[in-house]
């Protein structure tokens, strides 16, 4: 079947123009964006996202855990369709392309179809996969993991944020809980479009990043548990406190990382110490430790090192230790076919390009475990993410989307 003709572009204002608008929904406080999952914030961007997907006349589903399938027809109805997609939430202090870039970028590829009157063989779908960035409710790709079969729906339902509040609830109540069931869509393949998050493109000078694989990751939450007690009167010798703990424990996750040099990284992002209060020994603290590798084994034993290194910290200091694995998924090999595709895409259309590893993790690292699976990735400025500051080019975007637009293409078969 003949691929695209490497003229064939993606309309990059358009793209452009709708990456600013949806940031205009949950701005942050520094120039990016806090649209974190099940929000009121986050129910306005899918309500946006679903006008542009009515506009575009693609037909919406939802399924149970709130996640947006937006689909074209193909010319065989009966053909698996080829997704596409990513997520529309963002971190706390989230930038404006993070994950929105591979939705809207799924969305522009549709728009141009639709401006080119091109039908493909197979249908193509558009989503949008619910609570990617796990910030609220851990853990991170929660929709795509259950979608693939890694999580129980209930169990998912009942994942709560620090005030309690249940993400089945949360999704009611935004108005987002479809009724298809989850995982019962089966696919050709998926393509997701993402910022890169570290600085390798930048710094080479390069348009696209082929993702080749996708690096482990263990999220173990940790609660220390020690005794309040007054900071003025409480001799040294006699304190049992759990905020000294979380300082060794954060002290031991980097060392580790740093064993495992070049590839290993380690940090503790999220932090609750209990009373908080200036005068008063920790008397607990819950963090959750955040380590990964493009390696299972170095995965398997940073982890062995960091949980026997908390239970020695513990008994020196006479607290107590629970260790939780909130967050995990096995180093990934992305599609061979799918890789391809993207990498055929790049060189037709005269980008420049690279094999690279994802330092993050994406919903295509769950859906790789049931479907063809690839990713495409463009740079970012100074590699910044999860920072509001976040920025890229336009060209950047466009650059990305292209490739996107010939890799889903050329996968869902140009009929006319
Ligand atoms: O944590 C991650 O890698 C992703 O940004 N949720
Ligand atoms: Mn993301
Ligand atoms: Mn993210």
Redesign the pocket.
């Known amino acids: 079947m003949a691929a695209p003709g490497e003229n064939l572009r993606i309309n990059s204002d358009r793209l452009w123009d709708s990456l600013m608008e949806m940031a205009k929904i949950g701005p942050g406080i520094a120039g990016g964006n806090n649209r974190q999952t099940l929000t009121d914030a986050d129910g306005e961007g899918r309500r946006l996202f679903k006008r542009w997907c009515d506009e575009a006349g693609l037909e919406m589903g939802v399924d149970q855990m709130g996640t947006m399938f937006a689909r074209r027809e193909g010319t065989d109805p009966d053909a698996l369709p080829v997704y596409v997609g990513s ?1 529309l939430d963002t ?1 706390p202090t989230g930038g404006k392309f ?2 929105v870039l591979g939705v809207l970028g799924g969305l522009e590829v549709m728009r141009t179809l639709n401006d080119l009157g091109i039908k493909t063989k197979h249908p193509i779908v558009v989503t949008n996969w619910t609570n ?4 609220r409710f851990a853990p ?2 929660i929709a795509s993991g259950v979608f693939a079969g890694m999580h129980e729906q209930d169990w998912a339902y009942d994942r709560t944020d620090r005030d309690g509040k249940r993400f089945g609830d949360e999704l009611e109540r935004i108005g987002w809980k479809g009724d298809e069931k989850v995982g019962a869509r089966k696919m050709k393949a998926f393509f997701e479009l993402h910022i890169e ?1 570290g600085p390798i493109l930048e710094d080479e000078g390069i348009d696209i990043g082929v993702v080749t694989h996708g690096q482990g ?1 263990w999220w173990l939450q940790v609660t220390l548990i020690g005794r309040e007690a007054h900071t003025g009167s409480t001799p040294m010798p006699k304190r049992r406190n759990a905020g000294l703990g979380l300082a060794r424990v954060t002290e031991l996750v980097h060392e580790v990382a740093m064993d495992y040099q070049p590839d290993a990284v380690g940090a503790i992002g999220h932090v609750e110490v209990y009373p908080n209060s200036r005068n008063v020994i920790p008397g607990k603290v819950v963090f959750t430790i ?1 380590i ?1 590798t493009p390696h299972a084994n170095v995965l398997a034993e940073m982890r062995t090192r960091i949980e026997a290194g908390i239970a020695t910290i513990a008994e020196a200091l006479d607290i107590s230790a629970e260790v939780e694995a909130v ?1 995990h998924f096995e180093p990934v090999a992305f599609d061979e076919g799918c890789v391809k595709a993207v990498r055929e895409a790049a060189e037709r259309l005269g980008y420049s390009h690279r094999d690279i590893v ?5 919903d295509a690292c769950w859906i790789n475990r049931v479907a063809p699976t690839a990713m495409v990735f463009c740079p970012c400025v100074d590699g910044l ?2 920072n509001e500051a976040e920025e890229i080019f336009p060209e950047w975007a466009a650059a990305g989307c292209d490739v996107l637009f010939h890799a889903v293409v050329d996968t869902a078969e140009i009929v006319e």
Request: avoid cysteine; glycine fraction near 22%; charge should be negative.
């Open positions: 997520h971190q993070d994950g990617e960035e796990g910030t991170a790709m998050q990751l955040d990964r967050g994802s330092g993050a993790g994406h993410s999860h």
